[in-house]
Each structure stands twice: as C-alpha cells, then as structure tokens.
Nanobody, 121 residues
C-alpha cells in the first residue's frame, strides 16, 4: 500500500510563511499528479497546487503568486512553500497522489491524513 506522510502545519501570522512537505512511501511503480488540496469547514476539498511527473506545476487562482510547489522525484516527495499567508488560507491541507502500483495498471488516488494550517494574529 501507499502512505502519504505530511509534515505538520501550524499557526502563522498573516503575511508569514510556512512550508509543507509530503512524502510517499510503500511499493509502487510511479506517481503522476502529486499535490495539495485544502478543505474549509463545511466545504468540499479544493485543489491548491499540483505538480505532474514532468514537473509542471499548477495552482489555484487564490494562491497563484504566493505558493510554490516543488517535487523531489527521487525522494517521492513534494513541498509547498506558502508565502504571504492570509487568514483565508486557514484550512486543513491534504496531500494527494495519483499512483500506479504496478506498470500498466490503473492510476489510484491516495490521500494523506491532513494537517491544519491556521493564519491568525
């Protein structure tokens, strides 16, 4: 099985920075899309940023220009550098990976357990 282990979030002041990391462990063939989602209370989970196997990043409009996603392919890890944080960024952040367990098998979605990010003075 695949496990996604996220770094801890935390409490940050508005305008501050925070870096989240996620590492995939287990036995698998390949990871395609690898990224972060977030969920506000009572809302659906939404995409924050993702990066594909060719290292092409994508961002939601709400974080573009403030967040940067990077990928360490050899380590099966991604990092989300969050700058200029706003109170409206407060949410539970989930790591997501689209994984192929064996060559030429179907892609499967895996999720981390989530980590709380709170932006408040």
């Amino acid at each position: 099985q695949v496990q996604l282990v996220e770094s801890e979030g935390g409490l940050v002041q508005p305008g501050g920075t925070l870096r989240l990391s996620c590492t995939a462990s287990g036995t698998f063939f390949s990871i395609n899309s690898f990224g972060w989602y977030r969920q506000f209370p009572g809302k659906e989970r939404e995409l924050v940023a993702s990066i594909d196997s060719r290292l092409r990043p994508g961002y939601s409009d709400s974080v573009k220009g403030r967040f940067t996603i990077s990928r360490d392919t050899a380590a099966n890890a991604i990092h989300l550098q969050m700058n200029s944080l706003k109170p409206e960024d407060s949410a539970v952040y989930y790591c997501h990976a689209e994984v192929m367990l064996e060559r030429l098998r179907a892609w499967r979605d895996y999720w981390g357990l989530g980590t709380q990010v709170t932006v408040s003075a």
